[in-house]
């Protein structure tokens, strides 16, 4: 008798255990189809959202606008962007790049109901930022897109955003914009200067006319690094170096050079065809030509050339006093002596 209650038991238990288990595989199988859908209608809103997918490579001219700003625009020549205005103005291939890249593939974080909306409202009509691209390849004839962003939407944390000619409005994050933060001069790739720091900095040479003073020691080295800090390629005067140019600049025959001497760490193989290297310190010089002082937005500028270099460019006139009182002062004290 106890056997049978025993087996009563476990037959029940077997079919608790098996009814569990059916539960549990209607519920996995009902969660499984519940992903399923709320992926697929992800993927759709979410490829509802993209304003737009290209191939940034095929992208053969762009320009942007931000509101009271100049517009910048480059274009494709010979496999490199160029400014459209001036293609002899050398233009940092990577910014622009990223430039096309940002344009080709924008999405939406939501798109507005325009059904009774007070469309004016939007800023599109006088828009804070507008950008245009256009595409070619060989299986497609070029065709041109221009987008606008508007004001800033408090509810839907983002802004207004429309290609121009398309019936939709979208709001987007502001991340575009980081992109096109550039004035033309930005974007402009007009070299790398050395960074000195007191650790690489040797000494400074400076010669007025047929005098050379060469200065060393911490005071000058602490001076001098700050003055080389205000030597930054993107201040250029210009990228065009001829007799014109240097008759300007006051650069024709300049009376002033400078020498930052420092020390650059470089790896040398040790002999001909060894696999081995090894790395040794060279002194360098970063030699500047001084020019004219000359007036930009109210502001005193003086002109400059870098050996090795192809523009024209500026640094504030203080550094350039600075640089002849230096000069001065170690003139005088040898006079003294």
């Known amino acids: 008798m106890k056997q049978n209650k025993r087996m009563q038991t476990m037959v029940i238990m077997l079919c608790a255990v098996v009814g569990i288990f059916i539960i549990y595989k209607m519920a996995a199988s009902m969660n ?36 009271g700003g100049e517009t910048v625009s480059v274009e494709i020549q010979n496999s490199r962007w160029v400014y459209a205005e001036d293609p002899t103005l050398p233009l940092n291939q990577t910014t622009v790049a990223y430039m096309a890249n940002a344009l080709a593939s924008m999405g939406a974080q ?13 800023g599109l009509d006088d828009p804070t930022w507008t950008f245009t691209v256009a595409y070619e390849d060989k299986d497609v004839p070029r065709n041109e897109h221009t987008y606008v962003m508007g004001n800033y939407n408090e509810f839907g944390k983002g ?11 979208y709001i987007v994050v502001e991340g575009l914009t980081q992109f096109f933060e ?12 050395p960074v000195l720091s007191s650790e690489k900095f040797e000494s400074v040479d400076i010669t007025v006319g047929d005098e050379t003073r060469h200065l060393s020691g911490d005071d000058i080295a602490s001076a001098f690094i700050t003055i080389s800090d205000l030597l ?25 050079t400078v ?18 290297s090894s790395t040794i310190e060279q002194i360098r010089g970063f030699k500047i030509h001084l020019g004219d002082a000359f007036e930009m937005d109210g502001k005193s500028y003086t002109a400059y050339l870098a050996d090795g270099y192809t523009f024209i460019y500026y640094m504030p006139t203080s550094a ?18």
């Open 32 to 67: 499984d189809a519940k992903e399923r859908k709320e992926a697929a209608e992800l993927a759709a809103q979410q490829s509802e959202l993209m304003i737009a997918e290209y191939d940034y490579r095929d992208a053969v001219a762009l320009s942007y606008t931000k509101r």
């Open 110 to 122: 939501s798109v507005v109901n325009l059904e009774g909306a007070d469309i004016a409202s939007f």
């Open 159 to 169: 802004y207004y955003f429309q290609e121009v000619g398309v019936d939709k409005v």
């Open 182 to 193: 550039y004035e033309l001069h930005e974007i402009v790739d007009a070299g790398t200067f």
């Open 232 to 256: 930054v390629p993107a201040n250029y005067a210009d990228h065009h170096i001829n007799d014109a140019t240097l008759q300007k600049y006051g650069l024709a025959d300049p009376e002033t």
């Open 259 to 276: 020498s930052f001497n420092y020390k650059e760490t470089v790896t040398v193989q040790d002999t001909a065809g060894a696999s081995s």
């Open 320 to 337: 350039a006093e600075s640089i002849m009182t230096h000069f001065a002062a170690d003139l005088a004290a040898e006079t003294e002596e």
